[in-house]
Each structure stands twice: as structure tokens, then as C-alpha cells.
């Protein structure tokens, strides 16, 4: 199970961050990312972060805004948000995959575990 946490409503240019908790044991041997989506629109990958050294992955539209990191010891998964924008308003979701080709990373369709969402408004 994944449980996000930490959304808000904020002024752009504001922060936040983001914290997805997995309850279960050997996500620190997972893939895991963060997507969000906007009303009318469909799910997007912000970022994510594999094991075995791989350095993060991150939409363009949020590179060099966002950074998104793990604490395995935890179970937790983050996600910093600086500079926000009114267009990075949308429903924020964790996801977690095992085995996942690093080239899958970003897409919504390779990922099986998902957390509920947390909304983040910036107005």
C-alpha cells in the first residue's frame, strides 16, 4: 500500500513536498515515480527513481524545479517542489514497480501499485 501525503494549496513560486509511504517491505528494491494529472487531462510522469544507481528521471516540464528522492530505511518516497506554477496543479500520485526497464520509467502503463493522490493547487 502506498499513502501519499503533504499536498496543499499554494501561491506560485511556492513549495512543497511530497511523501508517498509504501507499508510493506521490499519497495526499496522497487521502481518507483511520481505522476500527476489535471482535470481533463491524462496521467503524466513527473519523475521517478530506480535502484542499482541510476540517476533520477524527470519531465522537462519540471526539471531543475523538482527533485524527487527515497529514504529506503523508511519506505518513503519524496518529492520537492520549488518554483510552482498555476500548470503544476493537478492530483499527485505515487507508483511503484518492480523490474521496471528504465526506459519505462515515466510512463503510467508500467507501473501496477499506485497510491490514492494528493492534491496540489497553486493560484
Known amino acids: 500500500q502506498l499513502v501519499e501525503s503533504g499536498g496543499g494549496s499554494v501561491q506560485p513560486g511556492g513549495s512543497l513536498t511530497l511523501t508517498c509511504v509504501a507499508s510493506?517491505?521490499?519497495?526499496?528494491?522497487?521502481?518507483m515515480g511520481w505522476f500527476r494529472q489535471a482535470p481533463g487531462k491524462e496521467r503524466e510522469g513527473v519523475a521517478a527513481?530506480?535502484?542499482?544507481?541510476?540517476?533520477?528521471y524527470y519531465a522537462d516540464s519540471v526539471k531543475g524545479r523538482f527533485t524527487i528522492s527515497r529514504d529506503t530505511a523508511k519506505n518513503t518516497l519524496y518529492l520537492r517542489m520549488n518554483s510552482l506554477k498555476p500548470e503544476d496543479t493537478a492530483m499527485y500520485y505515487c507508483?511503484?514497480?518492480?523490474?521496471?526497464?528504465?526506459?519505462?520509467?515515466?510512463?503510467?502503463?508500467?507501473?501496477?501499485?499506485w497510491g490514492q493522490g494528493t492534491q496540489v493547487t497553486v493560484s
Open positions: 507508483a511503484a514497480q518492480s523490474g521496471l526497464n528504465i526506459r519505462y520509467v515515466l510512463q503510467e502503463v508500467a507501473y501496477s501499485y
Open positions: 527513481i530506480a535502484t542499482g544507481g541510476h540517476s533520477p
Open positions: 510493506e517491505y521490499g519497495y526499496s528494491s522497487y521502481c
